[in-house]
């Protein structure tokens, strides 16, 4: 049963009059698709007048009962039943935090009142948030008093006897005014007592206007949904969608366009002009209904009224002339909102267009969506400004989504659907809103094709259109290239013929399981070459070729047009156009015959000049270029692939820690439980994969003990890499860290947070692994009897032992390795860092990886091999999707320079990804052990900034770098020994590394790798590099200081030929780690970086114009 979340009418009480009257306006509600109605106070109110002043919470306001015979309790039972008929729950306001001065309840009770110090009682105010100074008291008002225990208990018994009474007269939910001034315990008190009467009552808090630490302490408290602060959003700072991240994790919130609070927004925009009020109330009332899992609209808005709700003098008579009727139109929107999972749950939002972008992307995703679920994401777009239109380049979006999805689908209410294709810009008119609703990507099985076999000379007559050079291409077609969902491939290629025939060619290309070839036109560049685009919108692996033809009808009209103009009869040249078009319309059999048949009359009915200018036409030209012969047509030799990633392939952030570390209690090793929860915490920090090394039973025999000794303590719970014990092998779990349920129970709650789990896949073996006696054939064995060991000399392994790829354990084995990452799979697995798989057979790799991208295309694959450049390169083409580095040792500005401009600008930035891992459980690096914590802040910046995609292993946050003497590896490494944590020790860079990733989160040219470019520091211990976007409207210039110990600073050559800028211009900047904003002018500026406070400066500039 799918969730929808509350679609509220606020049907204001005094201004619709009587309750006898209120059920008229059912079915008006009914018809623009709403399911609750709040009722503001309906209850007799004391000497103000105020609604909110209650006097007597059980005796109807003298205005709403309408001189009626019946009871108070009578005619809301009957409204609470008809509003039922219509489909509609109702909603009264329940306010406790006061009640008016003159209540009833303040003679029965005089002793549940806050008294002031004179022993009057004490009256509520509020502090203007815009100036302290100034604070409202209201005078009608007396505060409850909830502190006393006494005073506490007596209002409790109170309210939950009113909460009885009206759930019995048919009232399904309350709305609690100013929620944040009652203490939670109350709130839970008092939800419970309503829920023991009927556990489907609902309960709305109202926390407007308060601080971030009151909405959170009614967290736990009960309610089923906040009002958030949308309606005062400007759609470009960040604070709404903090609050929405914040709120989100205590109860879904509601969002409004205006309330009885706010002026009507038709009285801000102005109703003079109809045209502009309509756009305005719109595009505010699909936002509100869009942006939050719940939407309310207070009566009057769909008619755009302008006279404020007044609690006091509003009645009947302020009812308003309709100024437009937007009742069909917000029907329309509750009913795309209703059919829209991810717009009815408090999921995961995020800004993903740039900072200064003009237009706001906004992508919301149903929380821990199955990869193939239907429906989960919805993106929203909009261009807040009034006087102008914007393009958006919707690659990025949708690269942002992950790849999970093959469409979206454009379900904007009362609008002609817009294509989301990248590639395509989308322009936005001004005030224009759109949302798009995402359709699941299909998994249909590969089917492969035998090549047809051809005679020897029809096969090289076939071929007169010569398509060579073609790029990219690996390795003659032997490999696929890699991309990543939203990118837009270029292809590019030499295509001539002989003679002067006036070419055409076209990029084929199709995902698998596609049956049909998408066509993406090609156009000369210069000299032969030409270059098309392929848009790449699934995670799937493509294939692509190149089809080239001669254009008949251009040949033509070229050499046609050349003797026109010098001049030459060319009657017969007509005719012989005509017979081009003619050839068309008999090879054509489907929609193209009517144009061509209307091309063949008009040629035929002029004459003279007007048949030449006719011939020379667009028209003619237009219908030959879709409908035309396409003579002497050539195909590629080759059949080319492209493996497109979802974007997690191309940008994550990677936290490796052992589970059995996770403990918070030191006298007990760390389970799966004990990882969950560290979720909200890895989740905070930004990270998106959590790591672990093998998590499968560890053997006895041979175990090591700590620091690789080979004499372990009966406590020494061995290494993780020696997989396979009597519990079981590859397919197993240790049982100290847990069992299958607390794994998928692990699983699941990671996914709630935002994170995937990646495991290590390492194919060695235990002596006591299963397999050993199973399948003795697929080891080694030494002349004695005995299994080898693993060795590195002069590095032993002897509690590992290595499986045999081929000889008697050829095919068994590869499908035994194989069946377990599918296994892993199945249990919600989709990423795997491989340990040493350039110590195994490369044809291995790429049919397993094959094999299980077939069936998991989202499947991805981390190379962990620190070997030679031309074996890691080849395990990169074989399949795998990312690869370790050289990054670790890399530490001076030429060592940097030199191997990022190799990865990001030589050939293998076709199919070679880097996972930059500042350290690793077997790799602490000098520069750490060195350097200290401001070594470690530094290499964190690199890492994280370099490459798209980097990691960090788990005491990386804490600077522990004590290393074993005369190793680069950490003592007491985790390897062999359980360690604790403690993740909030002095000196840690948790919030450091926060801040990192949200500067790579908030900024799209960091979730890119090619687009890095190095510029000019005068200083060779000051590395200055920059990204930006392809549009550039995201410009990042960054700054490290490679020197862990001095200070250093010296000028830098701000790019601003890079922005079109001459060298003197004004560039506004955002230092990001600070939030500080300046100018620059000019491109040469100083910096200077000390490593304790800043060893490095990420600076946003702003683009022109911004």
């Avoid at 909830?146 to 409790?156: F, K, M, N, T, V």
């Avoid at 100024?323 to 909102?337: H, Q, R, S």
């Avoid at 003619?582 to 090879?587: G, K, R, S, T, V």
């Amino acid at each position: 049963m799918s969730i929808v979340g509350p679609r509220i009418y606020n049907l204001f009480p005094t201004l619709v009059g009587p309750v006898r009257d209120w059920a008229g306006h059912l079915p008006r509600i009914q018809g623009m698709g709403f399911d609750w109605i709040f009722l503001n106070p309906i209850h007799q109110p004391g000497f103000s007048g105020s609604l909110y002043a209650v006097k007597d919470p059980y005796r109807l306001h003298d205005a709403l009962r309408g001189g009626s015979h019946e009871s108070d309790d009578e005619l809301l039972r009957r409204f609470t039943g008809e509003a039922g008929a219509h489909g509609q729950s109702v909603m009264m306001d329940f306010v406790i935090n006061h009640t008016s001065r003159d209540a009833l309840l303040v003679d029965r009770h005089p002793d549940w009142y806050k008294r002031g110090a004179d022993g009057d009682l004490h009256r509520p105010g509020a502090v203007d948030p815009n100036n302290t100074a100034h604070v409202t008291v209201w005078g009608d008002l007396a505060s409850l008093d909830y502190d006393r225990p006494e005073s506490r208990a007596g209002l409790i018994g109170y309210w939950s006897d009113y909460l009885r009474h009206y759930i019995g007269l048919g009232v399904r939910g309350f709305r609690c005014d100013a929620a944040y001034q009652v203490p939670a315990e109350v709130w839970k008190s008092l939800i419970d007592a309503a829920h023991a009467v009927n556990p489907e009552v609902k309960f709305f808090a109202e926390t407007l206007g308060c601080t971030v630490e009151q909405v959170r302490e009614l967290c736990g408290a009960g309610f089923d949904f906040l009002f958030n602060s949308a309606k005062w959003w400007d759609f470009k700072a960040d604070w709404l969608l903090d609050q929405y991240e914040e709120f989100r994790w205590i109860a879904p919130s509601i969002a409004f366009p205006e309330s009885h609070d706010t002026d009507r927004l038709a009285a801000e925009v102005g109703s003079q002009d109809a045209v502009r009020l309509a756009a305005q109330l719109k595009m505010h009332y699909l936002f509100a209904a869009s942006f939050s899992t719940g939407v309310m609209m207070p009566v009057g808005f769909e008619y755009g009224f302008t006279r404020k709700l007044d609690v006091v003098r509003t009645g009947p008579a302020d009812w308003e002339q309709p100024k437009l009727d937007l009742t069909g139109f917000i029907g329309a929107v509750n009913a795309m909102k209703a059919a829209t999972p991810a717009l009815n749950v408090e999921g995961p939002q995020r800004r993903v267009t740039s900072p200064h972008s003009p237009v706001l992307g906004l992508i919301r995703q149903v929380d821990g969506a199955a990869l193939d679920q239907p429906d989960a994401c919805a993106i929203l777009v909009l261009n807040p400004d009034e006087n102008r239109p914007h393009n958006l380049d919707v690659g990025p979006i949708l690269a942002a989504t992950g790849g999970t999805y093959e469409a979206f689908e454009d379900v904007t209410p009362e609008a002609e659907p817009l294509p989301m294709k990248p590639g395509a810009p989308m322009m936005l008119r001004p005030m224009e809103l759109r949302v798009f609703r995402a359709r699941a990507a299909r998994r249909r099985p590969v089917e492969l094709h035998d090549v047809e076999e051809r005679e020897w000379m029809e096969s090289i007559a076939a071929g007169r259109m010569t398509i060579e050079n073609v790029y990219p291409e690996l390795d003659g077609g032997r490999f696929a290239i890699k991309r990543a969902v939203g990118d837009v491939m270029e292809v590019w290629a030499d295509i001539y013929t002989d003679g002067t025939f006036v070419l055409a060619a076209s990029v084929m290309y199709k995902a698998d399981g596609d049956e049909a070839w998408s066509e993406a036109p090609m156009r000369l560049h210069e000299n032969d070459r030409w270059v098309g685009q392929v848009p790449l919108v699934r995670n799937a692996r493509y294939t692509y070729s190149i089809e080239a033809w001669r254009d008949v009808w251009e040949s033509w009209r070229a050499d046609f047009k050349k003797k026109v103009d010098a001049g030459m009869v060319v009657d017969l040249e007509l005719v012989e156009g005509r017979r081009f078009v003619e050839q068309a319309l008999d090879l054509n059999h489907g929609d193209g015959r009517a144009a061509l048949q209307a091309v063949i009359e008009r040629m035929q009915a002029l004459s003279g000049r007007e048949a030449i200018d006719y011939a020379l036409s667009d028209e003619p030209r237009r219908v030959m270029k879709q409908y035309g012969e396409r003579q002497y047509k050539s195909r590629y030799v080759r059949e080319l692939e492209v493996y497109v990633d979802r974007t997690a392939g191309a940008y994550s952030a990677w936290f490796e820690i052992f589970p059995r570390s996770a403990s918070p209690d030191p006298s007990r090793p760390g389970n799966f439980d004990d990882v969950v929860n560290l979720l909200p915490m890895v989740r905070d920090m930004g990270f998106d994969v959590l790591y672990f090394p093998p998590i499968h039973p560890i053997g006895r025999a041979f175990r090591k003990g700590k620091n690789n000794t080979l004499n372990p303590g009966p406590d020494d719970p061995g290494v993780p890499y020696a997989i396979g014990a009597e519990e079981g092998g590859h397919d197993a779990i240790d049982p100290m860290i847990g069992d299958f349920d607390s794994f998928r129970r692990l699983v699941r709650e990671a996914k709630r947070h935002g994170i995937e789990i990646a495991l290590d896949f390492a194919v060695q073996c235990s002596p006591d692994h299963p397999w050993v006696k199973e399948h003795p054939h697929w080891f080694y064995w030494r002349p004695d009897g005995t299994i080898r060991y693993a060795e590195n000399p002069p590095k032993k392994y002897q509690d590992i032992v290595n499986v045999s790829f081929y000889r008697q354990s050829y095919p068994d084995l590869w499908y035994a390795l194989r069946d377990v990452v599918l296994m892993w799979c199945k249990e919600g697995v989709r990423i795997f860092r491989v340990d040493n798989p350039h110590t195994k057979p490369f044809p291995f790799w790429e049919w397993m990886i094959r094999e299980v991208q077939d069936r998991y295309p989202d499947a991805l694959f981390l190379a962990e091999a620190f070997t030679r450049p031309k074996l890691m390169k080849r395990l990169a083409k074989v399949g795998f999707t990312q690869s370790y580095s050289y990054f670790t040792w890399r530490t001076t500005k030429a060592e940097l320079t030199e191997y990022l401009t190799e990865l990001t600008q030589g050939e293998s930035r076709e199919y070679m990804r880097p996972n930059f891992f500042a350290n690793t459980p077997d790799i602490l690096p000098p520069i750490l052990t060195q350097g200290g914590r401001p070594a470690h802040m530094m290499r964190a910046v690199l890492a994280a900034t370099l490459a798209g995609v980097y990691g960090l292993y788990g005491p990386y946050l804490l600077c522990e770098a004590e290393a074993y003497p005369g190793k680069e590896e950490y003592n007491h490494s985790e390897k062999y020994e359980i360690r604790h944590w403690d993740w909030n020790k002095p000196g840690n860079i948790r919030d450091y590394v926060t801040a990192i990733n949200r500067i790579r989160r908030e900024n799209p040219a960091l979730q890119q790798f090619t687009n890095l470019r190095f510029y000019n520091a005068f200083d060779d211990n000051i590395l200055l590099y920059g990204k930006m976007t392809a549009a550039k409207d995201n410009v990042i210039l960054i700054a490290v200081n490679l020197d862990p110990h001095n200070g250093h600073g010296g000028t830098i050559e701000v790019p601003l030929w890079e922005l079109g800028l001459p060298d003197g211009a004004h560039v506004q900047v955002e230092d990001l780690f600070s939030g500080h904003r300046f100018t620059w002018i000019g491109k040469f500026q100083h910096v200077w970086l000390d490593p304790h406070r800043n060893p490095a400066a990420i600076w946003r500039i702003a683009p022109p114009g911004v």
